[in-house]
């Protein structure tokens, strides 16, 4: 593509946070702490977690940049910059979570592949761009369609990004055409994160924006975009992020049983404590994030500080404006839920927390009960062991 320069190697990285968990240098996967989630609503960009699958891509040229949109059209178009972002800009806030996200913690039942993600591998963002629906209907495909009068039943998003699990060819994936034509699902080709133009790691130029959905299919530094009549046969939608029983293993596993995983699983963790933190007070305040995908909203978070025996709700908050309802309108239906209680807890307590959506989905209790040999999804419920400081136990928060 004109403008858009996929390196071979990776001596021309971007910079990144110091304070980032690095997972992976090449290519560059990394995390920020847990405590950094919480510090604010809206993720900075900073912070926001790094997936990626090979170099950075660099643009020489952006007035040169080019989206091409084509496949099953009797037109196929040509957009650049300027015109896409002559459409209607939409802002959406909507969290992206890797499907790896908690790895680390699925691989200790047993032994996993993929980057050993802690739970910081999400984050919230208000993306800012042109809906994908605007987009189509200037190839002539009306809004709520399912298929094309040429039998295109899929949108498929083509990075100028190389990665070795293609051969060396661009990363893809896709979205079913009533999905990306519909304005509600707020699919968007986003050239803003945050109110600031996108930067490098986070697919400048133009990348997707799928709410709701596990973020490998929200495709960065984007090439160009296919109307097709099946969904994508590359390497991550066909041969991973597909999930398997605890039965299945690398010697009789069949990618082709299971379809590519799309909406993400209701989910929570505990961000303000680290496994074997020391707790200097008596009390403590308990906080995370919780989020589901599909645009569910989060009914309720349950902690416990005693293993699961008893439970208390913990309060829920969006945009830092007060508690949160399930129920109201204004919420951001593809953004998570910050949530916090104030616990007394005992000398010893393995702290848990679990949420449940507003289907009454509630993440499974225990890990060994859903997981799988590529270690994603990983939404069981989430323990952090603690223990008080004897000298201080009486103090209060």
């Not at 015109?83 to 939409?90: C, F, T």
């Not at 100028?160 to 661009?170: L, M, Q, T, Y």
């Not at 569910?296 to 500080?305: F, K, N, Q, T």
Request: with cysteine; charged share 25%; net charge neutral.
């Amino acid at each position: 593509m004109p403008g858009l320069i996929g390196p071979k190697d990776y001596s021309q990285e971007p910079s990144r946070h110091p304070s980032l968990k690095i997972n992976a240098k090449e290519p560059f996967n990394a995390e920020p702490p847990r405590a950094a989630l919480i510090s604010s609503y809206v993720t900075p960009v900073d912070y926001f977690y790094k997936r990626n699958h090979g170099p950075i891509p660099i643009v020489d040229n952006v007035e040169r940049y080019s989206l091409a949109v084509g496949g099953l059209l009797k037109k196929p178009i040509q957009l650049s910059m300027a015109e896409i972002r002559k459409l209607p800009k939409y802002n959406v806030t909507a969290t992206l979570q890797c499907a790896g996200n908690r790895r680390t913690a699925m691989s200790k039942s047993r032994t996993v592949r993929g980057v050993g993600w802690d739970a910081a591998a999400i984050g919230n963002a208000i993306w800012g761009g042109a809906k994908l629906s605007d987009v189509l209907e200037l190839v002539g495909i009306s809004k709520h369609s399912s298929v094309t009068l040429s039998g295109g039943k899929h949108v498929e998003f083509i990075s100028i990004d190389r990665c070795k699990e293609e051969n060396g060819g661009p990363y893809k994936a896709s979205i079913p055409l009533q999905q990306a034509t519909n304005p509600d699902a707020d699919v968007l080709l986003a050239y803003e994160m945050n109110g600031k133009i996108l930067n490098r790691d986070h697919g400048y130029p133009l990348r997707v924006v799928v709410p709701g959905v596990i973020g490998a299919r929200s495709v960065k530094w984007l090439d160009s975009i296919k109307i097709s009549e099946e969904e994508c046969q590359g390497f991550f939608m066909q041969k991973d992020y597909k999930t398997f029983p605890p039965s299945v293993n690398w010697d009789n596993i069949n990618w082709s049983t299971r379809r590519p995983q799309m909406d993400f699983p209701v989910q929570c963790a505990i961000c303000s404590l680290e496994d074997e933190d020391v707790v200097k007070q008596g009390k403590i305040k308990v906080s995370g994030y919780a989020v589901s995908g599909g645009g569910r909203g989060i009914e309720r978070v349950d902690i416990s500080v005693d293993g699961g025996k008893t439970w208390m709700e913990a309060q829920r908050f969006q945009k830092g404006d007060g508690p949160y309802s399930s129920d109201d309108l204004n919420g951001d239906k593809w953004a998570w839920v910050l949530f916090e209680a104030v616990v007394d807890i005992p000398e010893k307590a393995e702290i848990i927390a679990k949420a449940v959506d507003s289907a009454a989905n509630v993440q499974p209790e225990n890990v060994e009960t859903i997981w799988n040999l590529r270690g994603i999804l990983n939404t069981s419920w989430h323990r952090v062991q603690v223990r008080k400081d004897s000298c201080v136990a009486n103090s209060s928060l």
